[in-house]
């Protein structure tokens, strides 16, 4: 059996009335910032047909490419948390 160093998650989250459009921004300026890391294998975010929920999933090579992913979008996160209610994060 192989087994394999990659981390990855699962977040859900409720996006806040009005935030839509403030949440999509903060995304993208994540997943700019995510293509510019060696470590980044996936990440891929989409929205329930509605719109009220955003479904992200990251997939790293090693729990050092995951520290430097969250030191590289660590100051974005806030204006994401900002726009979403997020329920527990499955990692």
């Known amino acids: 059996m192989k087994v394999t160093e990659n981390i990855y998650w699962t977040i859900t989250g409720k996006v806040k009335d009005g935030e839509l ?6 995304i993208e300026a994540m997943v700019v910032a995510t293509r510019t890391e060696d470590g980044a294998i996936s990440y891929d975010f989409w929205l329930s047909d509605d719109d009220t929920t955003l479904y992200l999933h ?18 974005l996160l806030p204006a994401f948390i900002g726009c979403v209610d997020l329920e527990p994060m499955y990692i």
Do not use: F, I, P, Q
């Open 21 to 26: 459009e403030n949440m999509k921004k903060a």
């Open 58 to 75: 990251e997939r790293y090579k090693d729990s050092e490419a995951t520290l430097e992913h969250m030191k590289n979008v660590g100051n």
